[in-house]
Each structure stands twice: as structure tokens, then as C-alpha cells.
């Protein structure tokens, strides 16, 4: 167990319909990080957040948006939904607060987005 | 931009074989170097990392080491067993301050009895 929790685990939804997808990262850390994983373009950052500023952002399409709340969980919006946009979405945690920065980025188990 | 190459899959192999999976990566500076795995349904999890030039990273008898000369951090493992069937992505950290992962595309391992 990562202690990243990701809701829900499964979404099916239609084209055109907006969806939320939450993140509570590890206790204690202060970063969040989301990716895509689809069968043709592999793991793809989309965004991360920082003690609730963002920080970088990757290839992340206009239609989505992200935010961390003061608790610093996360929570990741996708709008306009297309079928290219059925994927599994990860969320991973980092930099612990009064801690070290190892590197390592811990995984929640993903929300599976099926769009018909 | 930094990127990460690893050898495509699936990769079959029998109990008690050999293991390599390949990867390279391109990047400036000298950035720390991830194995992840991904068991079927389940997220990604570290499996070892190096941090710098000779480091080796190793982990349940994987093992992957740095080479900043030919820019690669290859897996291996001696004697594969059905429970290493997963996915392995590598991964390069960014020299910034986001920390953020760059995976390589992923390669299947099937491990059979």
C-alpha cells in the first residue's frame, strides 16, 4: 500500500460529460502528480502541484484542469470528454513536509475513465 | 527534452531464466534513474533507483546500474520467476525543482512455468 488513495477506481461515462477524479496523497506530502497511461502513448505527465500552487505542467489538454486543495489532496477535471480520452489516470505523491526529496514518486492504484 | 527508450515487449521467457531490459535515456545533466513495476491492476511501484554515475540500484534480485557513459540503466535480473510477470517502466527524474518522473514507454515481461 502506497498510501495514495485514488476515487473513484472505475468511471464509465459518454462523450461530451465532465468528470472529477480525486487524489489524497501520502500523509505529509506536500506534492501531487498526474499521469495518463493509455495503451498508445504510455505514462504521460499532466500536471503537478506543490502545497497547493501548480508547479510543472506536461501535456495536459485545455479541456482538463487540476487543483490541490489546502488538505492537499488533488482533484483532476475532465470536460468535453472523448472517446481518445478513455485511460488510466494515476495520481503520485512526493517531498514530504520537514523531510527529504528522494526522488521517488509513490502511485496510487489509478481511476480507470472509460469513455462510450 | 529529457526522454527514456526501452526495449519494446512482451518479453517471454521461461522459469529460471535470464532477464535484460533494455533502456537508454537522454538528458542534460545527471539525473536520478527509476525501475518501476506495475503488477496487473495494481500501480505503479519502486523497484530500485540509482542517483548518480556506477551507482547500482538492486531489489528483490533485480538489479540496474548507471552507466553515464553509454547513458543506459539496464535491468537484470539472474532467474526469473511467474510472480516477475508484470510490466517494468524506466524512468528518469527531472533536474528541476518538480521532481517529476519521465517514463520510458513500458515493457511487458510474461514469465511462463
Known amino acids: 500500500d502506497s498510501g495514495v488513495t485514488q476515487t473513484p477506481k472505475h468511471l464509465i461515462t459518454a462523450t461530451g460529460q465532465r468528470v472529477t477524479l480525486r487524489c489524497s496523497p501520502r500523509?505529509?506530502?506536500?506534492?501531487v502528480y498526474w499521469y495518463q497511461q493509455s495503451l498508445d502513448q504510455g505514462l504521460q505527465f499532466l500536471i503537478q502541484?506543490?502545497?497547493?500552487?501548480?508547479?510543472a505542467k506536461g501535456n495536459i489538454l485545455e479541456r482538463f484542469s487540476a487543483q490541490q486543495f489546502p488538505d492537499l489532496h488533488s482533484e483532476l477535471n475532465l470536460s468535453s470528454l472523448e472517446l481518445g480520452d478513455s485511460a488510466l489516470y494515476f495520481c503520485?505523491?512526493?517531498?514530504?513536509?520537514?523531510?527529504?526529496?528522494?526522488?521517488?514518486?509513490?502511485f496510487g492504484e489509478g481511476s480507470r475513465l472509460t469513455v462510450l | 527534452g529529457n526522454s527514456v527508450t526501452q526495449m519494446e515487449g512482451p518479453v517471454t521467457l521461461s522459469e529460471e531464466a535470464f532477464l535484460t531490459i533494455n533502456c537508454t535515456y537522454t538528458?542534460?545533466?545527471?539525473?536520478?534513474l527509476f525501475w518501476y513495476v506495475q503488477y496487473p491492476g495494481e500501480g505503479l511501484q519502486l523497484l530500485l533507483k540509482?542517483?548518480?554515475?556506477?551507482d547500482k540500484g538492486s531489489n528483490k534480485g533485480f538489479e540496474a546500474t548507471y552507466r553515464k557513459e553509454t547513458t543506459s540503466f539496464h535491468l537484470e535480473k539472474g532467474s526469473v520467476q511467474v510472480s516477475d510477470s508484470a510490466v517494468y517502466f524506466c524512468?528518469?527524474?527531472?533536474?528541476?525543482?518538480?521532481?517529476?518522473?519521465?517514463f520510458g514507454s513500458g515493457t511487458r515481461l510474461l514469465v511462463r512455468p
Open positions: 503520485a505523491s512526493s517531498s514530504p513536509r520537514g523531510g527529504t526529496n528522494t526522488g521517488e514518486l509513490f
Open positions: 524512468a528518469l527524474s527531472e533536474m528541476d525543482s518538480s521532481y517529476k518522473l519521465i
Open positions: 502541484y506543490y502545497n497547493g500552487e501548480e508547479r
Open positions: 538528458a542534460t545533466g545527471y539525473p536520478s
Open positions: 500523509s505529509g506530502d506536500l506534492s
Open positions: 540509482a542517483t548518480k554515475a556506477d
